[in-house]
């Protein structure tokens, strides 16, 4: 643990050299060709770094936020594009652009004119409370989904298949709502929500589009969804042009959830990852030209279309998500890791006692 520890620091510092560079460097060159040469051995760096990492956390989190969302953010920046780019009259600090490069934040925009600031800060106060319950209540239940795993053996295969959705939900939302909340505190940047309550989607295109981890909805909307639209729209027609750039979208998010997977279990993908992600593509596309036939003259209530709609998800990821993360024994290596964390606190907090314990002896004397 020690030795990823140390692995883990050389890493970041890489990444914080990296993107230092990408802002004092890259940023001078005229956006196009010239400055995306500059920045692909960046992207080269980034892919690679996190292979000298093992751990389920610090090895999954590293290469979610560098080998996926950075390398993508940077390649848009490249063409002056995505969440990196920002007009001559805006300054922009190094450790914001760092923040924003390699975290899964995404700035609010402006606030919307009409409304008084006094009214603003009651709100913007009462949804940070609502949120921090919010996010106290899913630490708790994170803890029950890993205490459930202790009696795996004995509940029904579709009470397990829920506890994995729960697991992989509670973890993003976790990880994903700390990072915002270190960033809001340091440098006080408003940032949109990462998840839109994903347990109310009332069909793929809600689920995906609108509620599930937005921040790489974003990412894939401006470097895969519009650019394919604007390339198709010319020689496809824009009927089947957006058909086509949904399903370019779910293919690149397929491919780089394999990578995510082999940067986890170092096995050979065996692309049912890939299959899950190309198949829900296929169905957003039916999904979309089903509705625009329709025009909204017939839809599900909520309370039918909410169950189809989770349920084609889970049944789907019980499928072709899940058995990957099985066979690279996820579940167990995080568990393996919660109780190592658990360990350390507890030797941290014997020696802080002891510490504490001569001092208050030597005082005595």
Same mark, same amino acid.
């Given at each position: 643990?020690?030795?990823?520890?140390?692995?883990?620091?050389?890493?970041?510092?890489?990444?914080?050299?990296?993107?230092?560079?990408?802002?004092?460097?890259?940023?001078?060159?005229?956006?196009?060709?010239?400055?995306?040469?500059?920045?692909?051995?960046?992207?080269?760096?980034?892919?690679?770094?996190? @292979?000298?990492?093992?751990?389920?956390?610090?090895?999954?989190?590293?290469?979610?936020?560098?080998?996926?969302?950075?390398?993508?953010?940077?390649?848009?920046?490249?063409?002056?594009?995505?969440?990196?780019?920002?007009?001559?009259?805006?300054?922009?600090?190094?450790?914001?652009?760092?923040?924003?490069? $390699?975290?899964?934040?995404?700035?609010?925009?402006?606030?919307?004119?009409?409304?008084?600031?006094?009214?603003?800060?009651?709100?913007?106060?009462?949804?940070?409370?609502?949120?921090?319950?919010?996010?106290?209540?899913?630490?708790?239940?994170?803890?029950?989904?890993?205490?459930?795993?202790?009696?795996?053996?004995?509940?029904?295969?579709?009470?397990?298949?829920?506890?994995? $959705?729960?697991?992989?939900?509670?973890?993003?939302?976790?990880?994903?709502a700390t990072v915002a909340t270190m960033v809001q505190s340091l440098l006080g940047l408003e940032l949109e929500?990462?998840?839109?309550?994903?347990?109310?989607?009332?069909?793929?295109?809600?689920?995906?589009?609108?509620?599930?981890?937005?921040?790489?909805?974003?990412?894939?909307?401006?470097?895969?969804?519009?650019?394919?639209?604007?390339?198709?729209?010319?020689?496809?027609?824009?009927?089947?042009?957006?058909?086509?750039?949904?399903?370019?979208?779910?293919?690149?998010?397929? @491919?780089?959830?394999?990578?995510?997977?082999?940067?986890?279990?170092?096995?050979?993908?065996?692309?049912?990852?890939?299959?899950?992600?190309?198949?829900?593509?296929?169905?957003?596309?039916?999904?979309?030209?089903?509705?625009?036939?329709?025009?909204?003259?017939?839809?599900?209530?909520?309370?039918?279309?909410?169950?189809?709609?989770?349920?084609?998800?889970?049944?789907?990821?019980?499928?072709?998500?899940?058995?990957?993360?099985?066979? $690279?024994?996820?579940?167990?290596?995080?568990?393996?890791?919660?109780?190592?964390?658990?360990?350390?606190?507890?030797?941290?907090?014997?020696?802080?006692?002891?510490?504490?314990?001569?001092?208050?002896?030597?005082?005595?004397?």
């Amino acid at each position: 643990m020690e030795n990823e520890i140390n692995n883990f620091i050389k890493v970041w510092f890489t990444v914080f050299a990296s993107l230092t560079y990408s802002y004092f460097i890259s940023k001078q060159i005229p956006k196009g060709k010239f400055r995306l040469v500059s920045l692909l051995p960046i992207v080269i760096i980034f892919i690679l770094l996190p @292979l000298t990492l093992y751990s389920m956390h610090l090895g999954g989190i590293t290469a979610f936020f560098i080998a996926w969302l950075a390398n993508f953010k940077l390649l848009l920046f490249a063409f002056d594009q995505g969440p990196l780019s920002f007009s001559q009259n805006t300054y922009v600090s190094l450790p914001v652009f760092i923040c924003i490069a $390699c975290l899964p934040i995404k700035m609010k925009s402006n606030t919307k004119n009409g409304a008084t600031p006094s009214i603003q800060i009651d709100k913007k106060s009462f949804l940070q409370s609502i949120k921090k319950i919010s996010n106290v209540i899913k630490v708790v239940l994170l803890a029950l989904v890993v205490y459930l795993y202790d009696y795996e053996q004995y509940l029904h295969p579709t009470l397990v298949l829920l506890l994995y $959705c729960f697991h992989i939900y509670f973890s993003l939302e976790i990880m994903l709502a700390t990072v915002a909340t270190m960033v809001q505190s340091l440098l006080g940047l408003e940032l949109e929500p990462h998840f839109q309550k994903p347990y109310l989607a009332t069909s793929l295109q809600d689920f995906w589009g609108k509620r599930w981890n937005l921040i790489v909805t974003s990412i894939l909307r401006q470097s895969v969804y519009y650019p394919m639209l604007r390339v198709s729209s010319g020689w496809i027609g824009k009927r089947w042009a957006q058909k086509f750039a949904v399903f370019a979208t779910f293919i690149v998010s397929g @491919l780089m959830h394999e990578l995510m997977f082999y940067y986890l279990g170092r096995v050979k993908p065996t692309w049912e990852v890939m299959l899950f992600f190309v198949l829900h593509g296929v169905c957003l596309a039916v999904e979309i030209a089903v509705k625009k036939s329709l025009k909204d003259r017939w839809q599900l209530h909520p309370v039918v279309s909410t169950p189809l709609a989770l349920g084609f998800v889970v049944a789907t990821g019980y499928w072709l998500f899940f058995p990957q993360l099985l066979r $690279c024994d996820a579940v167990g290596r995080a568990l393996n890791e919660y109780a190592a964390v658990v360990e350390f606190l507890k030797s941290v907090r014997h020696t802080m006692m002891i510490s504490l314990a001569k001092i208050v002896k030597y005082v005595g004397v």
